[in-house]
């Protein structure tokens, strides 16, 4: 007899379908469409005008998944807009609580979304972040000409 010893049975061995894939497998390809999603493309190919004119009927009609799905079409949620609120110059990091202040009323006061307060935070984040490492530079710039002076 060997002396071999044998893998033990995988976990989920009953439950998979057919041979697993081989070690180092890709998978599908990047852009590879699944079949049901090439198959509705096909059914739809040369019928999305008229689809959508019905849904656009359909809408003024009072319909409100159609109106919904035409709203959704023709003014989709803005993403990445600017605001406008009054902010104070963000030139040292005495200013980063004044500015956090100003995104906090613009917030309360309805002038920005909190979705946009939390970006423009992240953006205040980032300026502290290099007025820090400003600092850094500066004050390890400033402890090594007093070591290059004391030599």
């Not at 989920?12 to 079949?35: I, S, V």
């Not at 035409?70 to 993403?79: L, Q, S, T």
């Amino acid at each position: 007899m060997d002396s071999e010893v044998a893998d033990p049975p995988r976990k989920n061995a009953g439950k998979t379908r057919g041979r697993p894939f081989q070690q180092g497998n890709p998978g599908r390809p990047k852009g590879a469409q699944n079949r049901t999603t090439r198959l509705i493309e096909a059914l739809l190919e040369g019928e999305a005008e008229a689809i959508g004119r019905k849904c656009i009927e359909r809408a003024k009609e009072g319909d409100p998944v159609a109106l919904r799905l035409a709203m959704e079409r023709i003014a989709p949620v803005g993403r990445g807009r600017p605001v406008h609120f009054k902010m104070p110059a963000l030139g040292t990091a005495a200013d980063l609580p004044r500015a956090l202040g100003a995104v906090l009323t613009a917030t309360s006061k309805g002038e920005i979304t909190p979705e946009e307060a939390v970006s423009v935070a992240q953006v205040v984040e980032i300026r502290r972040k290099s007025l820090e490492t400003l600092e850094i530079e500066e004050r390890l710039a400033s402890l090594e000409a007093r070591m290059a002076n004391r030599r």
